[in-house]
Structure formats: C-alpha cells, structure tokens
T-cell receptor, first 112, second 115 residues
Framework: GQQLNQSPQSMFIQEGEDVSMNCTSS?????WLWYKQDPGEGPVLLIA?????ELTSNGRLTAQFGITRKDSFLNISASIPSDVGIYFC????????????FGKGTLLTVNP | GAGVSQSPSNKVTEKGKDVELRCDPI?????LYWYRQSLGQGLEFLIY????????KSGLPSDRFSAERTGGSVSTLTIQRTQQEDSAVYLC?????????????FGSGTQLSVL
C-alpha cells in the first residue's frame, strides 16, 4: 500500500523560531493535508492542498503541494508554545476519494 | 452535539475480553471512519461508512474486529477476544459530503489498554 515518509520524527525548538517538516512518497497523491494533534485529542485539519505546486497559508502556517505530487512541506513561522503537538501529513491517492494515508507524525516541542 | 463524540474515553480490559467502542458523528455527516493510532505511529485506516453503501472494511486487521453503523448515525467498533497488540487509541471521524471526504472531523478517541 501507499506509504508516507514524514520527517523529522521530532523537533525541539525555541519560541520564535521557524519550523519546517515534510512528507514524501513513492506514489502520486491528488490531495495533501496537514493535521495537528494536541495531547488527548483527535487530529484537527490545518491546511488542505489540491493542486501540484499550490502554496497555501493559514496564519503562521504555510504548506506546499510538491510539483511532482509526491511530496509536501509545512512551515510554521515564529513558533509559540501552543504550537506544541504532533503534526501529521496525510494524502489521497489517485482513484480514492476517501481513504487517507497518514504519515507517522512530527512531534514538535517549543521551549518558551 | 457540536463535534464527534466518542465513548468511553479510556478503556482498560483483560486479554480475551470483548470491548465495544462508540462513536457519535457530527449530525448530518454521512461519512464515518474508524482509525487506529498506535504509540509513535500514524493513523491506520480501519473501516469507512458512507450513507447506505456497503462499508469499506479493508483496513480491519483481523476477523476479531467488526463495526456497524445503525440508522446512518452512531457507530460501534467491536473487538472480540482482545489481545495486547490491540492496545491503541481508536479514533472516529466524520465528514459531511462525498466530494470533500478528505476533510475529516475527528473525535478525541478511545484509549484502549489490554492487560
């Protein structure tokens, strides 16, 4: 089946720093999504990307759908303590309109 | 309710016992999903319900796992004869329309611990 390789697995940063994480796959994805999961909660959608090359922002978050359709990145600028959590990439492959494939997540810790 | 509701939030059981996990989706959402999240892992697809269509059960790991959705709303995930490797967070999600099924709204999950 499809696999998403998400990196890094974890990050420890200082408040105010910028963060970048990415996902790659050997398969082509038609949709890329980025979710954030707080402790004890379910993931919450941050950004959805639908076209190759698309660059989308949501506040301090920016994500891009790679031109090859096999990768995506998420940037967080000027991190704050509440950015702490697990960030997941997820994608829909061609031919599926519902079965998301998830990466293993990036655990982000922000030191105030 | 306003969001996806799951119960119980925590379940501790003994190996070999059966468990039932419940999910109440957002009212009006036709699509419902179950995912499993093991420690340090991504979300693993288990099963998908869409309206009155036959569910996609392709992610269920064994025949000990089953799920049903009654009346197009509440769903129950049942695990029979639980094993220690079943310990995980079981997440339910729902979405509103067929064309945007990727926009899932997740519940807070049920943390299952099998002793």
């Amino acid at each position: 089946g499809q696999q998403l390789n998400q990196s890094p697995q974890s990050m420890f940063i200082q408040e105010g720093e910028d963060v970048s994480m990415n996902c790659t796959s050997s398969s082509i994805f038609n949709t890329w999504l980025w979710y954030k999961q707080d402790p004890g909660e379910g993931p919450v959608l941050l950004i959805a990307l639908y076209k190759a090359g698309e660059l989308t922002s949501n506040g301090r978050l920016t994500a891009q759908f790679g031109i090859t359709r096999k990768d995506s990145f998420l940037n967080i600028s000027a991190s704050i303590p509440s950015d702490v959590g697990i960030y997941f990439c997820a994608g829909l492959v061609r031919g599926s309109n519902y079965k998301l494939t998830f990466g293993k997540g990036t655990l982000l810790t922000v030191n105030p | 309710g306003a969001g996806v509701s799951q119960s119980p939030s925590n379940k501790v059981t003994e190996k070999g016992k059966d468990v039932e996990l419940r999910c109440d989706p957002i009212s009006g959402h036709t699509a419902l999903y179950w995912y499993r999240q093991s420690l340090g892992q991504g979300l693993e697809f288990l099963i998908y319900f869409q309206g009155n269509s036959a569910p996609d059960k392709s992610g269920l790991p064994s025949d000990r796992f089953s799920a049903e959705r009654t009346g197009g709303s509440v769903s129950t995930l049942t695990i029979q004869r639980t094993q220690q490797e079943d310990s995980a967070v079981y997440l339910c999600a729902s979405s509103s329309t067929h064309s945007t099924n990727e926009k899932l709204f997740f519940g807070s999950g049920t943390q299952l611990s099998v002793l």
